[in-house]
T-cell receptor
Framework: AQTVTQSQPEMSVQEAETVTLSCTYD???????LFWYKQPPSRQMILVIR??????QNATENRFSVNFQKAAKSFSLKISDSQLGDAAMYFC?????????FGAGTRLTVKP | GAVVSQHPSWVICKSGTSVKIECRSL??????MFWYRQFPKQSLMLMAT?????????EQGVEKDKFLINHASLTLSTLTVTSAHPEDSSFYIC??????????FGPGTRLTVL
């Protein structure tokens, strides 16, 4: 079974600084998808970024980028120029076919 | 982007009653919808996967007779919590996929059973 591990329950970053959230996963598959979702206090799940495993190039979305290391089964999220609005729970997720498996989440605090 | 709605956003009911939660994909046809449960400060736990026109697939440990799922159309799935008890109080989230391997989530429904 696929498992997703986020080893950082909480992280903190100064406004305008950069922070990296870690995620590792376990799978025997070669073709799959990885995601980072953000859950603010409203609890609405918001897609931050997605990565196809067959693509070697790391995905980027404005201030958000990932470091995808397929062999190491690692998928970290880098947030540059952190903003107060980035404060939220961040969930790493894996999907091949069907359902999505989530990590336990990392709570990000942004200090002004 | 794709929008998923849930109704109601919150509900309070008495123990023993049934509650229905609707999940709609507003601007796309969802071949598959998922129902999650989230306890405070925890991650999302998948309850079941539903495909339009077929029976839902439940995760191990989820009582299918208690959590009835109906996916009657490509834009609507419903979750009915039957004979609700206080331990069923939780945050229920649905998601829908349009086949691009990205799930779009509804805003969630907070259920409180008294």
């Amino acid at each position: 079974a696929q498992t997703v591990t986020q080893s950082q329950p909480e992280m903190s970053v100064q406004e305008a600084e950069t922070v990296t959230l870690s995620c590792t996963y376990d799978t025997s598959e070669s073709d799959y998808y990885l995601f980072w979702y953000k859950q603010p206090p409203s609890r609405q799940m918001i897609l931050v970024i997605r990565q196809e495993a067959y693509k070697q190039q790391n995905a980027t979305e404005n201030r958000f980028s990932v470091n995808f290391q397929k062999a190491a089964k690692s998928f970290s999220l880098k947030i540059s120029d952190s903003q107060l609005g980035d404060a939220a729970m961040y969930f790493c997720a894996y999907r091949r076919w069907g359902d999505m498996r989530f990590g336990a989440g990392t709570r990000l605090t942004v200090k002004p | 982007g794709a929008v998923v709605s849930q109704h109601p956003s919150w509900v309070i009911c008495k123990s023993g009653t049934s509650v229905k939660i609707e999940c709609r994909s507003l601007d796309f046809q969802a071949t598959t919808m998922f129902w999650y449960r989230q306890f405070p400060k925890q991650s999302l736990m998948l309850m079941a996967t539903s495909n339009e026109g077929s029976k839902a697939t439940y995760e191990q440990g989820v009582e299918k007779d208690k959590f009835l799922i109906n996916h009657a159309s490509l834009t609507l799935s419903t979750l009915t919590v039957t004979s609700a008890h206080p331990e069923d109080s939780s945050f229920y989230i649905c998601s829908a996929t349009a086949g691009a391997n990205t799930q779009y989530f509804g805003p969630g429904t907070r259920l409180t059973v008294l």
